[in-house]
């Protein structure tokens, strides 16, 4: 037997079924982002290896971009996220633009993961980004669009939950615990990976970094502390602004969420399962030094990312997706033989001039396979124009889903079926 080539490790085939959810989520993500006055955009997909290196992280520069040379020399990465491309964007045209900037996006990404339910090496993600504002209630702004989300896919308070922390009051927290500046990173670090590390691991790691018993006692007190925030004048602020919003039932302080990239300066935010199960469904926070970081002049902006393989599995969990017609044909126009074929071409024509979705069998087959075609294809309204009704200067209109059929002259068939189709995407 002839074998079939494979598609590539972490990679997705979109069939229509697939391909008709992934539409659905854009169209979802799209509505929510018009409804708070953001506009799209677009970066590329390769960008120089160095725009990441800055302040992405060794690890994601090291361990999961796609790097390969071009012929003249540069290193080149499939984009892992969008941020810095966005803050190069930026910088480029920082004069032009009118702030606050309001973008999103929706497009292909690549991380060299190990692929596993939640996670593949290429994915769609949502970014959305709030550049040129500076306060609290600019970050309370983006976890409100992350829970109006929510809300839009039919996604409870006590299913998701956006877990927020500040990385201004961490510092000042670790200030206090008498743990030195220049472990503040490496503290960041410890924090980030406590979920991936077992206690014991997680524990040498601490004592490898040279934290003190007191200081590790003090670090665990923190991490599990759910009235810290309550220190934070930032942290008041951000939830008095959700409270006023409205979705303050979706937002939880938690000290351990601190994100692993090294761009974020003040709030930082996650959204999980309830009940714990995998990844974050997405995640971002406050940066005050990424544009400047790229040439621009320093600009503050706050956002955050979605993809699209965890949500989908989080709404499959809970039951949240639709169901999605994938057949965009709306009027099947039947071929009897070679005779009749051009006219049901024509036919075909003004409908779809009529603005309905019409396909036509571009070879005869037995009327009945064209019926059972239509059937299982999805395909609700079949037009019949068979040597009787050519005779007569009609056709006979069969409403599949109705099991009702009407005769009428071509005349009188595009507007029957116009009104019939608009009734449809009524209801």
């Known amino acids: 037997m002839k074998k079939v080539v494979q598609a590539i490790k972490g990679t997705r085939d979109f069939y229509p079924e697939e391909m008709a959810v992934r539409s659905w989520l854009y169209r979802t993500i799209r509505r929510v982002s018009e409804l708070h006055g953001y506009q799209e955009y677009e970066a590329p997909i390769l960008e120089k290896l160095e725009l990441y290196a800055a302040k992405s992280g060794e690890e994601l520069v090291k361990e999961q971009a796609f790097v390969f040379e071009d012929r003249g020399g540069d290193l080149i990465a499939l984009r892992p996220e969008l941020t810095p491309s966005l803050a190069r964007m930026v910088a480029q045209r920082q004069k032009e633009l009118t702030y606050p900037l309001r973008w999103w996006s929706f497009g292909p990404f690549w991380r060299y993961e190990r692929p596993q339910k939640g996670r593949t090496r290429e994915f769609f993600q949502w970014n959305i980004d709030l550049i040129g504002a500076d306060s609290p209630e600019s970050d309370a702004e983006l976890i409100s669009i992350a829970a109006a989300f929510f809300k839009a896919v039919g996604l409870d308070p006590d299913q998701v939950v956006i877990l927020v922390n500040n990385r201004r009051l961490m510092e000042a927290e670790l200030a206090r615990l008498q743990i030195k500046p220049e472990l503040k990173g490496d503290v960041f670090r410890l924090i980030d990976r406590r979920d991936k590390m077992t206690p014991d691991n997680w524990t040498a790691y601490a004592r490898d970094m040279g934290l003190s018993e007191a200081q590790m006692e003090g670090l665990t007190l923190l991490l599990s502390d759910e009235e810290a925030w309550k220190r934070s004048e930032e942290m008041t602020r951000l939830f008095t602004a959700l409270e006023q919003v409205g ?14 990239l090294e761009y974020y300066t003040g709030t930082v935010f996650e959204a999980r399962d309830r009940q714990g199960e995998g990844r974050a469904i997405l995640g971002g926070g406050h940066y005050d030094n990424l544009v400047a970081d790229v040439g621009g002049d320093p600009l503050s902006g706050v956002g955050f990312a979605m993809g699209d393989v965890m949500i989908r599995v989080i709404l499959e969990k ?25 006219d049901s071409l024509r036919l075909a024509a003004e409908l779809r001039a009529r603005g309905a979705n019409t396909i036509v069998f571009t070879e005869p087959v037995r009327l009945q396979k064209q019926l059972k075609f239509a059937d299982k294809a999805g395909v609700r309204f079949v037009v019949i124009v068979g040597p009787d009704e050519r005779q007569a200067g009609q056709v006979t209109v069969k409403d599949l889903a109705a099991r009702e059929q009407t005769s009428l002259s071509r005349e009188q068939a595009a507007a029957f079926l116009s009104q019939k189709l608009a009734k449809a995407e009524a209801v």
């Open 318 to 342: 809970y039951q949240c997706l639709p169901e999605l017609n994938t057949q965009p044909a709306q009027v099947l126009v039947t071929v009897f033989d070679e005779d009749s074929l051009l």
């Open 247 to 260: 979705v303050k039932d979706y937002v939880q302080f938690d000290a351990g969420i601190i994100r692993g």
